[in-house]
T-cell receptor, first 116, second 112 residues
């Protein structure tokens, strides 16, 4: 399967615990994005990487959230001291962009986080 | 504020009918307008996209109509099929940015 892979698919955690999600993008894609989607809403942008550099972060990405993309390959998204409001689907996407702007993303199937 | 407003929230169409979903935006600097299709338990998948230099783009049964002066764009699904039943999101992005701003989604149900 050459799509975007996200693990785990589901995560249930107690409030206050830390969680980490992993995303493996399509191998030749140089850009990687994290979005959050709550029930009945569209995805909201969190952050994006070009290769290993984190180039943009949304205001939604509080200091409890951190994302990394070591060596420009897979990425991790960590949430510290989880809160019930963090319950959502966390989507990863990747793309291969030239200089012409945004091309279509390929999204993964997401990690559904439930904070109890 | 960067916002994309989508309507209707839900839509029921008979098989073979035309499904129409509308989006409106505020920021005239948006220059890329994709539509995504999402099935339950899956991530969104790119369906079709348009840039503001054209007024219409057609791919198979899917057509985007774009009205730059009204700051509106719409998705038309011709000959709608039960397999088209999904949630559809419009989105937009700014020149030089990589982030997409999504609408709130339209849940389409095509009845056989």
């Amino acid at each position: 399967d050459t799509g975007v892979s996200q693990n785990p698919r589901h995560k249930i955690t107690k409030r206050g615990q830390n969680v980490t999600f992993r995303c493996d993008p399509i191998s030749e894609h140089n850009r990687l994005y994290w979005y959050r989607q709550t029930l009945g809403q569209g995805p909201e942008f969190l952050t994006y990487f070009q290769n290993e550099a984190q180039l943009e972060k949304s205001r939604l990405l509080s200091d409890r959230f951190s994302a990394e993309r070591p060596k420009g390959s897979f990425s991790t998204l960590e949430i510290q001291r989880t809160e019930q409001g963090d319950s959502a689907m966390y989507l990863c996407a990747s793309s291969l962009d030239g200089t012409g702007g945004v091309n279509g993303y390929t999204f993964g199937s997401g990690t559904r986080l439930t904070v109890v | 504020q960067q916002q994309v407003k989508q309507s209707p929230q839900s839509l029921i169409v008979q098989k073979g009918g035309i499904s129409i979903i509308n989006c409106a935006y505020e920021n005239t600097a948006f220059d890329y307008f994709p539509w995504y299709q999402q099935f339950p338990g899956k991530g969104p998948a790119l369906l079709i996209a348009i840039r503001p230099d054209v007024s219409e783009k057609k791919e198979g049964r899917f057509t985007i109509s774009f009205n730059k002066s009204a700051k509106q764009f719409s998705l038309h699904i011709m000959d709608s099929q039960p397999g088209d039943s999904a949630t559809y999101f419009c989105a937009a992005s700014l020149t030089g940015r990589r982030a997409l701003t999504f609408g709130s989604g339209t849940r389409l149900q095509v009845q056989p």
